[in-house]
């Protein structure tokens, strides 16, 4: 029986163990389009990382959690991304390529796991203290992602830390700035490189700063190995015990897309990479680097980390009285104006206040795109969660891939009217998913939801009880013709017999 300390223990280890293990992964990620910038390396392997993370998407993630369970996939998971960190020892072509298909081949897996794991947590702990499962899983995905988010605080310190003792100062003209910001294209890379903000560092300064990243990446393996409950041992000991087909299993993130509100979150799953990718390769290199320096990158994106992970708590609470529809349109509120913004501003160094500005308020909308997105899955979904986390990371990957991939060649306009496109598109096709969801509730209750309570999404709640009454129903017929199997002799074995077929 889980206890609300077993419970509080799970959520807080996985959350901390991702804390150490993306403070490496999310620091060397954001640098690799400044620091590995010859002939394009650091956004080739951003690229390879999602481009390898979507195909292990389609097979993995089912096949994996149901045959190890959700604990020891994490664990083989993490492993793949501290590869990554090794392969940073010595970045060239064969060391970052390979490195970065292994980290996104353990990346579906990984998230996908801790996904169901947190959903499972919630449901258990809802059913066990009569709440609602929705509101728990939005508090468990809230204070994941404020202690999951504050690594980009942490891993973004080191390598500023270091950078600001071994980088030059900033030679910035005129000329230079003319191709910053919106103005950057990839064919002005070689103008900018006068900038000395680009200079290379000396090999002792990545050999320190990799060797750090490794560390903290194998303290976040051994602590989740050693010390998280695996909530799912029954699950999985019944699943090898039963006779299902491997194919069915690998197949089963593509025969999910057979549910239209799955199809329907495409484009708004997308957009999670879309803007995450550009935050990470493209503000940092043509507003950040090009104008202040690398040396600010990472201060840059603590900004980032920490509103982030502000506010993913601080979301994750107020849900349960706002809903998601309001805080989603919040979101896209605050994205729309940020890329405007962005379109038109022209960076200059004594504009310092500014370059914290945009990544503050991107934060605070991606805390709502992590927390209601992953949350809206596990509601949605319940019953087929590998399967639709699966596809989360699938599409969310996609949208990294395609970020990176056409980040050298298009210009920054070109990727901010990119964004604004797909963010719209999104959101018009996540309404119609609420629009369904609706529906369905609309004719399983006899009086009409209110408009307030239709954006608090008591529409989603509504059918909650009516599965889990279902569920239990089913249980305690079961368990009641045990009971009168077993007070009638030679009843026994054709009971066991009928229920094993």
Known sequence: MITIENSTKNVLIVSFGFLFLFTAYGGLQSIQSSLNSDQGLGLASLSVIYAALIISSMFLPPLMIKYLGCKWTIVISMCCYISFSIGNFYPSWYTLIPTAVILGIGGAPLWSAKCAYLTICGYQFAKKHNKIGENIVNHYFGIFFLIFQSSAVWGNLLSSLIFQYSSGRANVTDEILAYCGSNNCPQDDLKTSRNVTSAQHSMSTIHTLSGIYTGVGVGGVLLVALFLNQ???????????????????????????????????????????????????????????????????????????????????????????????????????????????????????????????????????????????NALYGVLFLEQKEAAFANYRLWESAGFVTA????????????????????????????????????????????????????????LKSKKPEQEEVKEAKEATDAKSVDENEQIPGRNLKYIFETKL
């Not at 609470?317 to 989603?328: A, M």
């Not at 962005?342 to 310092?352: K, S, T």
């Not at 959101?427 to 119609?432: P, Q, V």
């Open 231 to 373: 909530l799912d041992k029954n699950e999985t000991k019944h699943f090898k015990d039963k006779n299902v087909s491997i194919l069915s299993v690998l197949v089963s993130t593509f025969t999910q897309l057979k549910d239209r509100r799955q199809r329907l979150l495409i484009v708004m799953t997308m957009y999670s990479g879309f803007e995450q990718g550009f935050l990470s390769g493209d503000y940092t290199k043509a507003y950040v680097t090009c104008t202040i320096g690398i040396q600010y990158v990472g201060y840059v994106m603590i900004c980032f980390g920490a509103s982030n992970s502000i506010f993913s708590a601080f979301f994750g609470k107020i849900s349960r009285f706002t809903g998601r529809i309001p805080l989603f349109a919040f979101a896209t509120i605050m994205n729309l104006a940020s890329i405007i913004s962005l379109f038109l501003w022209r960076p200059r160094p004594e504009q310092m206040v500014v370059y914290f500005v945009f990544p503050f308020l991107w934060g605070m909308a991606d805390a709502i795109w992590q927390t209601q997105t």
């Open 404 to 459: 990176f991939a056409y980040a050298n060649f298009l210009c920054i306009k070109v990727k901010l009217i990119v964004l604004m496109i797909v963010l719209i598109l999104g959101m018009i096709l996540y309404g119609i998913v609420e629009y369904i969801e609706y529906v369905h509730a609309k004719s399983r209750i006899q009086e009409p939801l209110t408009i307030l309570q239709i954006l608090r999404g008591e529409h």
